[in-house]
């Protein structure tokens, strides 16, 4: 058995298949087009699906992920469609870079819980004042759904959680609700989800 994140998410990408599909996650793709293009950051990033739609509308893109695997799926997708991303294979507490974004967009990073909020606050340093956060991720409600999300309650997200781990962050919309996802083979079915905007005061 596979003990390490990367080793989990390698496996679950070697498929020619693309695990989440190539589509970017919708509630992303609705916030993002409505945003003059700049310096974008996606973190925890897999195969690429809201990295390519980024770029596709004209976005600088910078994204990371654990897994080797989903970069070298992500880094195709750019070539299959002519467009550039800087896309590196890194921790979230070890990813380093000089550049500050506009917008950061967290859809389904799920950190370990011991790590999160220190996660969480590394990447609000890493955006501008006045930056925008996209937020979708799995709601405490969502354990045991077969639509997709961690095993583990407690890498699930509460509203509470997220206004103590994103301090710095003004919310301009918050919400947790039942959607239905439609999201390549893993993320499929009714889905109880927390979102977020928030601007960096």
């Known amino acids: 058995m ?3 994140p990367s080793d989990f998410w390698n496996e679950r990408y070697a498929d020619a298949e693309y695990a989440y599909g190539i589509a970017p996650n919708d509630f992303f793709k609705a916030q993002l087009d409505a945003i003059k293009p700049g310096d974008i950051l996606l973190p925890a990033e ?3 699906r809201n990295a390519l739609h980024a770029a596709k509308q004209g976005w600088n893109v910078t994204a990371f992920d654990s897994s ?3 970069r070298k799926k992500a880094i195709q997708l750019s070539l299959d469609h002519g467009v550039a991303m800087h896309y590196e294979v890194a921790d ?3 990813f ?3 550049k500050k974004f506009d917008v950061l967009g967290f859809i ?3 950190f370990p819980i011991e790590i999160r909020k220190a996660a969480n606050q ?3 340093e890493l955006l501008k004042p006045g930056g925008i956060v996209i937020f979708e991720a799995f709601a405490k409600t969502q354990l045991g759904n077969p639509s997709g999300g961690p095993k583990s309650l407690e890498m699930l997200f509460s509203i509470e959680e997220i206004e103590a781990e994103f301090s ?9 609700k039942f959607i239905q996802l439609n999201e390549g083979q893993f993320h499929q079915g009714k889905a109880d989800v927390i979102r977020f905007v928030g601007i960096k005061e």
């Open 92 to 94: 979230v507490l070890e």
């Open 2 to 4: 596979n003990n390490l």
């Open 108 to 110: 389904y990073a799920h």
């Open 122 to 124: 590394r990447l609000i």
């Open 96 to 98: 380093k870079t000089n």
């Open 68 to 70: 080797s695997g989903g």
């Open 46 to 48: 897999g195969e690429g």
């Open 168 to 176: 710095g962050i003004q919310f301009i919309l918050m919400e947790e």
